[in-house]
Every structure is written in structure tokens, then in C-alpha cells.
């Protein structure tokens, strides 16, 4: 069954410190696979897509994902934290030519001061 | 990056009565929209897929009599709750297919229903 799995309920961290989000997937196919962030009141933002080539892929907010075939993995990463990053965060799945994705249950980051 | 405004953001209802939840696109057109639901601490679930101009696609398990779908010009597309029951209480978010921007695929801010 093609499913998309983020461990990790909550995630706390200190402003300044770097982010690791973890999403496992299990899909049949070649997977595109997204992640998007959502602050309180708006809707999903693309963070950074995979679709071929490059493993280590760059999004917007100075936040990479990297690609591992043999792991099933997609995790984001950023160096960083900034306050303005507390939200929460969904990887997807899909396959390609559609956009029926499939979430994870989301990962809400908070940030400490 | 194009915006797709929904609209409420928030409805209590009676049990019983229908709701109406709107999702536009403002600065591009959408021949294609979708609508998900979401459970707290879920994942979205894609419930349709709206088309400009035709009737809507229902994934599987999805009432297409309690959850009428409209999507009659490009640039918006309805979700009709039909005599809503307290098990309809949801998050509900729209998403819209911005042809030609790179992005593509760009999401509302959702609706949270709660039904009485």
C-alpha cells in the first residue's frame, strides 16, 4: 500500500539550531515526492519538490531534503532554525502526471527563544 | 506564487442543515480543483477532483450525495456539505492547478467545520 510516514508528532527546537524532519514513504513506483509547510491560518506553502537527478534538493527558507532510494526517505533539513519557522510540516507523495498526493499526518515544529 | 482563497474559514452549523464552502482562485484560472478533508492530527485526505465544466471525481468511500461538489467557472469551485452531521466536523482544504506557474499546485487555507 502506498502510504507516507512522519514519525515525529512534535518537534522542539532552539532558535539557531539546526532541523531534521523525517518521512518515510512506500510507494510502488518512481515517487515525486514534496514537502510543504503550513503556518496557522494559511494554506500549504511548497517548501521543495524531488522529481529526478539530484538527490539533495533545494527549497525556498533555506531548507534541502535529500533523497535516499534505499532508505525510503525524504527527510528535510535546514542549518538554521528561525522563529518564523515554527509551523507545521507535511511530506507527500505522488506519482507523476497527477497531483493525488498522499500526506503524511504533518510534523509541528516549534521554536524556542 | 498565486493565491487560492477559501472562504469561510470557519462555520458552526446545526446538525441537519447543508453548508456551503467556497475556494477561489484570484489571480489565475483553474480548470482543476481539489478538496480534501483532514482529521486532527491526520493527514489530508483527498476527497475530489473538481473540474471546471463537468461533474467532479470522488475517490473511494466518499459520498458524492453529502459532499456536492460545483466548480462552474475557472476560478472558483464549491463544496456543499449536505445535511451535515456532527461526524462531518472537519478540517476542509482546497487546493487549485495554476497551469504554467512552476509551482502548480497551490492550497486555500482551509475551513475548520464543526457541526452541532
Known amino acids: 500500500a502506498q502510504s507516507v510516514t512522519q514519525p515525529d508528532i512534535h518537534i522542539t527546537v532552539s532558535e539557531g539550531a539546526s532541523l531534521e524532519l523525517r518521512c518515510n514513504y512506500s510507494?510502488?513506483?518512481?515517487?515525486?515526492l514534496f514537502w510543504y509547510v503550513q503556518s496557522p491560518g494559511q494554506g500549504l506553502q511548497l517548501l521543495l519538490k524531488?522529481?529526478?537527478?539530484?538527490?539533495l534538493v533545494q527549497g525556498i527558507k533555506g531548507f534541502e531534503a535529500e533523497f535516499k532510494r534505499s532508505q525510503s526517505s525524504f527527510n528535510l533539513r535546514k542549518p538554521s532554525v528561525h522563529w518564523s519557522d515554527a509551523a507545521e510540516y507535511f511530506c507527500?507523495?505522488?506519482?507523476?502526471?497527477?497531483?493525488?498526493?498522499?500526506f503524511g499526518t504533518g510534523t509541528r515544529l516549534k521554536v524556542l527563544a | 506564487g498565486a493565491v487560492v482563497s477559501q472562504h469561510p474559514s470557519r462555520v458552526i452549523c446545526k446538525s441537519g442543515t447543508s453548508v456551503k464552502i467556497e475556494c477561489r482562485s484570484l489571480?489565475?484560472?483553474?480548470?482543476?480543483m481539489f478538496w480534501y478533508r483532514q482529521f486532527p492530527k491526520q493527514s489530508l485526505m483527498l476527497m475530489a477532483t473538481?473540474?471546471?465544466?463537468?461533474?467532479?471525481?470522488?475517490e473511494q468511500g466518499v459520498e458524492k450525495d453529502k459532499f456536492l461538489i460545483n466548480h462552474a467557472s475557472l476560478t472558483l469551485s464549491t463544496l456543499t456539505v449536505t445535511s451535515a452531521h456532527p461526524e462531518d466536523s472537519s478540517f476542509y482544504i482546497c487546493?487549485?492547478?495554476?497551469?504554467?506557474?512552476?509551482?502548480?499546485?497551490?492550497f486555500g487555507s482551509g475551513t475548520q467545520l464543526s457541526v452541532l
Open positions: 507527500a507523495v505522488g506519482p507523476s502526471g497527477t497531483y493525488k498526493y498522499i
Open positions: 473538481s473540474n471546471e465544466g463537468s461533474k467532479a471525481t470522488y
Open positions: 487546493s487549485a492547478i495554476a497551469t504554467g506557474l512552476n509551482e502548480k499546485l497551490f
Open positions: 510507494y510502488g513506483a518512481t515517487p515525486y
Open positions: 524531488y522529481f529526478s537527478g539530484d538527490t
Open positions: 489571480d489565475f484560472q483553474a480548470t482543476t
